[in-house]
């Protein structure tokens, strides 16, 4: 492909790039070139870089040095809306839905805002459900986009996106919020679009996706670029070298569980999307929910917390029942949550770091602030912060500047900093690098080995079996298989997922 690289125009040459905010450079001489029909991967740890280089092409931060050329000759993208005429599209990785509009409206919100004018709204609608359906997914257009699932939202981004015709398509971690079965069929989409020509640069922390679809790999670091590598001829460990300038040399640190009494209880609960769930968790327990997504998982721990309400059911804590009206009430008991959706629920951008981790309730689901403030408390946030890798000058700048994944980070650090009982976590590593991944799993065993019970939510199945004792598998909000560690495999937690526990997987 190098030959052929030499010989071809490059859809997309990104040369010398360089950019800072505030005098940190977050981006130094950063060279990445693309040829069409190329899906080329980007890669780093958090706050590498990856994003503010993709909102340079995009037009929503200017660089301050080097070249950019579409198509071999140079262009000069002072905004979004060149980026658009140049047909460069991109999913962000922090939504650039509008919560109370549509789906339809959504979607077509470019056309809406440029044509100054109501286009029809049933033709709007119908055009908007054909789009979805034709990139193989299936979402009512005139539901509200907040009152969906992120993963959902996602999904809506992806026909945004599409729904113009584009020469180069941006996706900044797009299957962070995606099952396994979405990101197979964003996949297909990402596939047809290559064959039409399109250019897409894919970012991921997930190195089994970049071995599964793209041509080549171009990795950051600390805001430099790395020779771009052909994905055939090079392997995980070399890119993860790249990556942390070391090998990792186990993802998952051992665990050797001491399992007390039984500290969570939760009894035949019912809400809006559960059935009927029965769990407990002991002290020192990992406990994992398996299933894919709209299998009711999150809406489970969400009932726990008493973030939604339960129809029915009881909630034990230390084999007393508890009444949990609010989130609110379930901190104070004791119960932490760490939520799947932590843009809108978890960290509060315009605060501190510190701030962030000190803040003594889950306050974007309660609604309320407190802090707990002592010199002690002060010295443990930046233990966290340096044992969690979290990227930073300084603890006390606004966690809005930092990179999608040292955000993440400030969220789990935040419940790992307070004296729970019980701590959920919805996907504890969502858009974290693997560096960073191996920590938190670290801290999750410190945790339980406090005596801590644990409950896991997780889409990657390799993760809960590598961290849990215990996992729940879920299906149409009822709990369909229980397995014990030696019973983990992949393919068992699909079978009850899925619903083929009784009959044998097909093969296609
Ligand atoms: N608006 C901003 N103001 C100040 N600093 C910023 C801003 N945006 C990004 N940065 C800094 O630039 C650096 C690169 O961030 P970027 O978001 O590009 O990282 P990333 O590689 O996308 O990481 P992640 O994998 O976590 O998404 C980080 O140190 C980040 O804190
Ligand atoms: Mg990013």
Redesign the pocket.
């Known amino acids: 492909m190098d030959m052929l690289h030499d010989q071809l125009v490059n859809r997309v040459e990104l040369s010398n790039i360089s950019k800072s905010f505030g005098g940190v450079a977050a981006l130094k001489d950063v060279t990445l070139k693309a040829l069409p029909g190329e899906i080329h991967a980007l890669m780093g740890e958090?706050g590498a870089g990856?994003?503010?280089l993709m909102k340079i092409l995009s037009g929503a931060h200017q660089k301050d040095g080097g070249r950019i050329a579409i198509d071999g000759e140079e262009v000069h993208i002072k905004n979004t809306h060149d980026s658009k005429k140049l047909g460069i599209g991109i999913i962000y990785?922090e939504f650039s839905l509008v919560p109370e509009l549509s789906v339809a409206e959504n979607v077509f919100l470019n056309r809406l805002s440029e044509h100054g004018v109501w286009m029809k709204w049933n033709s709007l609608k119908k055009e908007a459900a054909e789009l979805i359906q034709s990139i193989g997914f299936n979402i009512n257009p005139s539901a509200k986009v907040a009152n969906l699932s992120i993963a959902q939202q996602q999904i809506v981004e992806i026909a945004k996106a599409l729904s113009e015709k584009v020469k180069v398509l941006i996706l900044?971690?797009p299957s962070a919020v995606l099952g396994p079965n979405e990101v197979q069929k964003l996949f297909d989409i990402l596939l047809k679009l290559k064959k039409e020509g399109v250019t897409i640069i894919y970012?991921s922390h997930h190195l089994s996706e970049i071995f599964q679809i793209a041509d080549r790999v171009t990795v950051l670091k600390d805001g430099k670029s790395s020779e771009s590598l052909n994905v055939a001829e090079t392997d995980r460990d070399a890119i993860i070298k790249l990556m942390l300038g070391r090998s990792l040399d186990a993802m998952f640190p051992p665990r050797k569980p001491v399992i007390g009494n039984e500290v969570l209880r939760v009894e035949h609960i019912q809400s809006d999307k559960v059935k009927d769930v029965s769990l407990t968790v002991k002290a020192g327990e990992v406990l994992g929910i398996a299933g894919l997504v709209g299998s009711g998982r999150t809406e489970v721990v969400r009932a726990i917390f008493a973030a939604d309400k339960k129809q029915k059911g009881s909630v034990f804590l230390h084999g007393r029942k508890v009444r949990l009206r609010n989130p609110h009430q379930a901190v104070e008991k004791g119960i932490g949550m760490v939520p799947e959706d932590r843009k809108q629920q978890g960290v509060i951008l315009s605060l501190s770091i510190k701030q962030n981790i000190s803040l003594a309730n889950l306050a974007g689901v309660t609604g309320k602030l407190g802090f707990i403030r002592s010199n002690k408390e002060s010295a443990h946030v930046q233990q966290l912060i340096k044992k969690l890798l979290i990227k930073t000058q300084h603890e006390d700048i606004p966690a809005g500047q930092l990179?999608?994944?040292n955000q993440q980070k400030v969220v789990l650090a935040k419940w790992f900093n307070r004296d729970c009982h019980v701590i959920i976590i919805d996907e504890p590593t969502r858009?974290v690098d693997v560096g960073a991944k191996t920590e938190i799993y670290n801290l999750i065993n410190e945790l339980a080995g406090r005596g801590v019970a644990i409950l896991v939510i997780s889409s990657e199945t390799a993760e809960l079996m590598g961290i849990c004792d215990r996992i729940l598998v879920m299906r149409d909000g009822q709990v369909h298989g229980e397995l014990e560690k030696h019973e983990f495999t992949e393919e068992h937690i699909l079978r009850y997922a899925i619903g083929a526990d009784r009959q044998p997987l097909s093969t296609n």
């Open positions: 958090n990856k994003s503010t990785q900044d971690e970012i990179s999608g994944g858009g």
